[in-house]
Structures are given as structure tokens and as C-alpha cells.
């Protein structure tokens, strides 16, 4: 039995321990979120923060996170209460179709916590290992660095308003 | 090798069967007797199978086109709210189930593709709100005893007597009303979403992990199965050792299937485990010997060949005589795959006689179909729940997926989830046909081409989408039928038709007085399939940089000669010109250079400015600036989105993408060999579009095939070096 934080809640499971994080958080806890696109650490699309770090889940045994603290996408905000960062992706509309979003979110998150006002390579180099294979490149680098912008004039730390950049009309 | 001389109309005439780049353009599915599949909330109005209007003041719109990044759910959905009056942002959407009210105009079945989807229901889904919106305004005169005439709507409300009436209020009366057939439509002048910016509908799902995408399906009891296929395609099984796969934890089932071995377990991740466990022996195919290196050289071999002409226009020999400057050259794209980031999956449950499938999908008409054909359930208890497709580009218009589910469901009697590795989705995918072409072109004193000679050699892809495609429109046709016309097709494209997708792009867009397009059919017998922009992802690399250098032996710009040959092509001369406009503002730094392309395709003409350097042989591409005619932009943001999009997705094949076969085999399996454009190699996009009052054409794959002879005609100002063959790599 292997025992961890998921989303602020103890949870415990007896998968093969060598099961990769991902297929455990998809497929017995139900979580949808986190995608699986490489299964080789490669692609991103399985981004989660283990202790706050952003960790390809798609090669890391559920064994190696015993009484870690896991974060997904479902726990970063919610449609009702949304991070920063996916308030700033749809105001944006930063998503195509939209399966390695989550990901590329988590990764930008973790930047964002280590360095709130990244410089443009800095983005470029923690979001390398993120691919987006319908290339909203251009959209999700204006995205990080707008909520970087934000945090930053604001001068409170990364509560802004959600509320402020909803979906809306403009004529 | 074979190629036949086809006259000027019969290519026409073939083109007409397969034109558009999916399907036949006749109705194949046959069941618009079935009832629509739109479950009714108590008491709503469902006008058609489009549209249904809750008494809470819902309004629910069944999508008919499927949702792959393209942004066609804010695209349709917006032809939908413009003329019923609603705010797009309140629209429910929901992936229509399969019907043939729902098929594509264009294809005659429900298929999304050929960047087709607002061309072709700009009018049919404006026309469906409007006369959605008439009867609601019918009901509400009745109902509130008014003069229809004195009611106007407002954002999803009817107004009388300045007081607002929710639509949902005149649902049990306008359900008892017949709607007119063409209510007015409204005049560009009064469109209120039409051209306008707003977020895409799905942005908000999309950014918070709650998008559902076929992989997320989970129903109960259900059983996870991988498959094990042939290295090279096409090759049987002969044998299989399960005993080490049957060993594995949670391993229920190991089935034989048509594609080769299917293991069944409890979690996915025992079925991965076991299904690489397996000890299988294939067949010996004729695939099976071949190499890239046998490819190119059968390839070669056939270009210069004397035969395959398809079209041809004026004298080309006198032409080439008289010519001022004479230029040849061979330009070689090689074999891709499309990988879109969600490998295909599905899943089934077979019980009581009903089949319910989901999976994202470019045709759910045939993945019903195919659920039919190989489970023996009448389509009539198929329900196909399409879901968000985690990339498409034409890889989800083939199914194979679909029959290998069915299978394993009917042989296990389990509830299924069938989901391919990467390594499966890279090495048992279905390609971009390679291509070798060959432009021998002349031009006058005056920087006029006079003679344009183009030829390309390599597989077919349209006998190849018959072969995929009927089994599943055709369901009740027994199979030795659907072979005798896939072994007819296959003859044809061979010897006496053309398959117009594998030469499109190659000649159409430039006024050459003079011209010859030929075709020789080489096949190995190697799976193709629609990629991104299909033949122009390749013809357009070999015209445009032919172009530039017809240009520098003129010696007149990339845009001027462009400009002078394209006197016949006012909407491409435009985009041409716009562009031109903006490279001359442009101020590229020190040791970087322009390079510049234009392209027509799926009527949307593109012209593109990339901005490269060079450093320590790498090819760096920093900007690109790309100008768009694409009709009316129904949504101007979206636009851009899918040109930045193509960009990068052109970007890809044009740096990194290759795919090699050793003894049939693809050798490439991942991410790490078979790379894809990252955040660090990505330049700026900006997007011109032009404003434009003509009806919108699609904007799905345009901005791909520019891309490439862009990014090749900088690196020749940068190096001097003229590359090509794709994926660019100097010297």
C-alpha cells in the first residue's frame, strides 16, 4: 500500500508500485486532467507538481512519491476558482485543442512560483520540455509572461482577479 | 511503376469523384429516416436536429462538424447565435451523434476535414437559426397576442413592449409550429458576433483540465487493451507465444484480431506490459524488403520517365525553345506522421444487442459503420459519442482503431478501452506519402514564366481512403464487394486517373501560359493518409522555391516576380502584395535574413515572411509574418490561432520531420526521434487577414504549405545554399 497527498488529500492505493504516477491519478483516483502523450517523459502532457516540483508522471512509479504532496491540474483551480495562469489561457484562448494545456499550465505554474518575472528565454527554457503539437506556442509564452506582468504590477503575489479576465463579448 | 496519358477533362471529371480532399460527394450513409439523435429535455422546442431551446431558456447546439483544435465549435456556433440572436458564450454545445443531417455537404458523410467546415455551413447553419428564431418570434405573437411584426429579439429574449421574453417561454408553442424554409438572413452591416473577437467557447474546459477527450472515458467494468501489430505493415500473424503475456497480473484476455494481438487486462498499464510480453511471428510481406534509399531510387528512376502526363495547357516545347532562362530541379519530402499529442483510443461496451462507442473522430458516421460491420449490430443500436479530439490533422479520419476495439469487445465480451502507445501511433500509423518532383521552367526577358513543366512521383492516397473509408459508410455491403471496388480503385489511380491530392499545388496557382503536369504512381505498398494541407504540405516546398529562383535568374524580388505572375490570381496578387508591404517594414537584425512564399489552397491564399538565421549550421526561424485572404473572418482571433498553428506545425516537417523505413520498418518510435517544434524554436507569429466580404473559406491547413520554401528561401539569402529536400538541412 502506498500512501500520498493528492490535491491536499491523503490518499492510499495498492497498484504494482512500478505503475507509472499517472495511470494511478487517471485511472484509480479518476482524475482526468493529466494526459498521457509520450509515456516516456518527453512530451509534458502528464505534468504534475510532486513537493511543488513539475515532474513528467508518465515515467515516475507511484512507489517513488510515497508520502509526497501531488498536485494536478484539478487542484492548481477549478472553473469556479481558477489559478492565475488559467484565467490568463482563456482569456486568451490560449488552447486549441487543448490536450497538452494542462501540462503546459503545471509547468508554467512551477515556473511561476520559482521565478515570478521570468524573461522571455527563461520561459522558453522551463517550457522546452512541453509540447504543443497544434502550436499555440506563441499564445501560452504571452500568456505566462501577461500573468508575470500582472503578479508583478500588482504587487500581490498572484491573487488576481479571475473574475476580471471571464469569457465576454466585444464588440 | 505505370502512368497513363489522361486527357485535360478526364482529370477534371476525376478530380469532380475525389475532390475537396476527403470523400466521394454523394450521400453513402442512407439513413435519414432514422430519427435524429437529440435526447429532448421536458418540454423544449427541437426545431431540426441542431438546435434545441429548453423552458429554462437553454439553447443546446449539436455540433456537426468535430472538434480538433480547428476552433469549429466557436466557428458554427457563431452562425448559430449571429442569426438566432443569443449570446455565443451562453450556447451549449454538444457533439452531434451520427445522422445524416449532419454530414458534410461536401463529403455526403459526417466527416471533418479539407479545412471545409465554415465553407461549407456558412449559409446551411445561418438559414437553420434564422428560421429557428422566426418561429420563436411566431410563438411569441401567438402567446402574448402581439403583432409579430412589433416584436424584435435581443440576446436570446423576445422584446415586446420593451419588456424581455426568454425564448425558453415560447418552447411549448413554436414545438407545435412548422418553420418557414428561408427566413431573411441578416446583412453584414448588422452582425453583432460575426467578425468579431471573443474568447473561444471551449477555452475555459480547455485551460482547467475538464475538457473530456476520448481517453477519458471510463464505464463500468471496464477492461484495458493494447495491441501488438506487425513491424511492417500489412504483415498477418502466424504465430503467437502468450505464455509470458498471460502471465502478467491482471492479463484476462489475449485475443487474435485482424491487425495482429490483443491483450485484455484490468488496468492499462498490465495490458502494456503483457502486450510487450508477447513472442509473435509475422508474415513475410513484399514491404518487408524495403528501404528509404530503395524508395528515393525507384522514385528517381520513375521521375524521368516518359509518361504520366495529366494536364496539359498551351506548347511547352516551343515555349521552353523561346525561353530568356531555363532552370531544373528535383525537390524530395519524405514520409510523416501526423502524431497528435492524444494517440488514438476508444472505448466500447457491447451489451443487450447495443453498442455505445466513444472516441474523438473525424468520421463518426463510419466509425458506426465499422462498429456494425465487424460486431453484426444493426447501426440503428450503434450510439457513436463523439468527444474533444486531442489533435486530429487528418490521422482521426482513419479508423482502424474502431475495428480493432470491435474485435477485441465481441471476442472478450468485456466493456473496452483500446488506447495505442506513441511508439504504436509513430510506427503503425498511416503517412504523408512521400514525394519526388521534378519543375523544369522557363522564363522571358520580362520575368514572365512561359513554360512550367512539374511532375511528381510517389503513392496515392485516395485508393487508399477507399479502402479505409467504405467498409465503414458501407456497412451492409459484404466485404468481397467493398474489395472488388478497392482493387478497382486501386487499378485506376494506378494507370488511368489521377488522384488529385497527389499533385494539387503543384501548378494551379501562377499564370504559366504554358504548362505540363505530369504524375507516375509508385506505390510500396506503405499505409498514406490526409496530413495537414496533404499534397500542397509538399508541392507547395518544390513551386516556391523553384519561384525564388526563377526570381533571382530574372533578377527581379521574391515579391515583384510574384506580383508579375499572378496577374490572372487577383485575390492571391493581393495577399502577394500585402505581404510584400510588410517585409519592406521589416528591419531583420544582423545575420538574419527574409525569405518569402505564397500559396492557394482549400480556397484560402496565404503568403508568408519568415526571418531566419543561421548559426553554427542550425537554421533558427525568428519571426514570421503571414497575410491571409480567407474570405469573411467569422472569428478574426481564431484565424490567427490556426495560422500560428500551421506555422508551426509546417515548422516541424520543415526542420525536423522524417520518417525512414529499414526492411519495411519504421525506425523512428518517439518524441526524441521523431521530434516536435518546442517553445525555444518557436518564432513570433504576425497574422494580417484581410477584410474581405466574400463568403469564408477554411483556414484549418492553409497556413502550412507556405511555411517550408519560406523558411528555404531565407536560408539561401542567408547561405547561398539551395535546399531541396525536406526536412532542410545544409550542407
Partial sequence: MIEFTLNGQIVRTDDDPNTPLLWVVRDTFKLKGSKFGCGAGLCGACTMH????????????????????????????SPDSMHPLQAAWTEQSVPQCGYCQSGQIMSAAALLEDNPS?????????????????????????????????????????AYNAAAVMPEVQS | MSGVNVSRRNFLKASGVVGGGLVLGFSLTGCSSRPVPVEPVAGAFVPNAFIQITPDNRVRFYCPRDEMGQGVTTGLGTLIAEELDIDPQSLDVVFAGVH??????????QGTGGSSSLRVHYR????????VRDIILEAAARDLGAAKGDLKTDSGSVIADGERHPYGKFAATAQTLTAPESAPLKSRGDFKYIGKDFVRLDALEKSTGTAVYGIDIDVPGMHHAAVRRSPVAGAKLVSVDKSAAAGIQGVTDIVEISSGVAVVAEKYWQAKQAVAALNPTWEIVELGSVNTDKIR????????????????????APAFSNAAKVLENEYWAPYLAHAPLEPMNAVLRIENG?????????????????????SGIAPENIRVHSTYLGGGFGRRGVLTHVIEITEIAVATGKPIKLLWSREDDIKHGVY?????????????????VTAWQAKRVGGNIMPQTLKNMLPGLLPGVPASIINAAVGLSN?????????????????????????????????HQVPLCFWRSVGHSYTSFAKETMMDELAEQAGLGSVEFRLRNTKNKPRLNNVIKVAGEHMKQMRPAEGRYLGFAAHNCFQTDVAQVAEVSVERGQIRVHKVTCVVDCGVAVNPDIVKAQMEGAIMYGLTAALHGNLSHRDGTIQESNFHDYPILRMNESPDVEVVIIDSEEEPTGVGEPGLPPIAPAVANAVYAATGQRLRSLPLTLA
Fill in chain 2, 297 to 316: 531510387e525507384d522514385y528517381l528512376r520513375a521521375i524521368d520517365a516518359e509518361e504520366g502526363i495529366v494536364e496539359t495547357e498551351g506548347e511547352i
Fill in chain 1, 50 to 77: 510532486v513537493d511543488g516540483q513539475a515532474v513528467r508522471t508518465c515515467v515516475l512509479p507511484v512507489f517513488r512519491v510515497e508520502g509526497k504532496q501531488i498536485t494536478t491540474i484539478e487542484g492548481l483551480g
Fill in chain 2, 432 to 448: 504523408r506519402p512521400a514525394s519526388l518532383m521534378k519543375i523544369k521552367a522557363g522564363v522571358d526577358e520580362a520575368g514572365q
Fill in chain 1, 118 to 158: 521570468p524573461t522571455e528565454q527563461e520561459v522558453d527554457q522551463a517550457m522546452a520540455g512541453n509540447i504543443c503539437r497544434c502550436g499555440c506556442y506563441v499564445r501560452i509564452k504571452r500568456a505566462i509572461l501577461s500573468v508575470a506582468e500582472n503578479a508583478a504590477v500588482e504587487d500581490n503575489g498572484l
Fill in chain 2, 491 to 523: 487499378r485506376a489511380f494506378g494507370s488511368w486517373t489521377i488522384d488529385e491530392s497527389s499533385i494539387e499545388g503543384l501548378f494551379e496557382d501562377y499564370d504559366f501560359p504554358n504548362r505540363e503536369v505530369s504524375h507516375v504512381t509508385v506505390e
Fill in chain 2, 124 to 131: 446551411q447553419l445561418r438559414q437553420v437559426a434564422a428560421n
Fill in chain 2, 100 to 109: 445524416a443531417d449532419y454530414n458534410n455537404p461536401d463529403f455526403g458523410t
Fill in chain 2, 354 to 374: 447495443q453498442a455505445d462507442l466513444w472516441t474523438g473522430t473525424q468520421g463518426p458516421a463510419a466509425a458506426e459503420g465499422l462498429v456494425s460491420r465487424f
